[in-house]
């Protein structure tokens, strides 16, 4: 299985942009989709997760009610829209997927993709 982030760049603070992960090999419609990113310097923190229905959603306290996850299973794609972005969210984001139970940990995902470096001017 390949994941593939896509869609990050460079956008100024209050600006949005739209993430997409697509994933290849494989259909992903019965996993946890996730999104992390890594700042410069930092570890890698959880962002936001996704069930296989899309139904329920978890976010990081810091993006909460500017960040949304949805999941398309027929496209086998996974998004983040980012809205009200802030030079803090400047980071490379990575989507990932695991099969088991929706968690915040930051490592021992069964897929991830390369990632995508987002950059928010201020």
């Known amino acids: 299985v390949q994941l593939q982030a896509s869609g990050g760049g460079l956008v100024q603070a209050g600006g949005s942009l739209r993430l997409s992960c697509a994933a290849s090999g494989r259909t992903l419609s019965t996993y946890v989709m996730y999104w992390f990113r890594q700042a410069p310097g930092k570890e890698r923190d959880f962002v936001a997760a996704?069930?296989?229905?899309?139904?329920?959603?978890y976010y990081a306290d810091s993006v909460k009610g500017r960040f949304t996850i949805s999941r398309d299973n027929a496209k086998n794609t996974v998004y983040l829209q980012m809205n009200s972005l802030k030079p803090e969210d400047t980071a490379v984001y990575y989507c990932?997927?695991?099969?088991?139970?929706?968690?915040?940990?930051?490592?021992?995902?069964?897929?991830w993709g390369q990632g995508t470096l987002v950059t928010v001017s201020s």
């Open positions: 990932a997927a695991d099969l088991r139970s929706p968690r915040t940990t930051k490592s021992d995902y069964e897929y």
């Open positions: 996704v069930t296989w229905s899309g139904v329920s959603t």
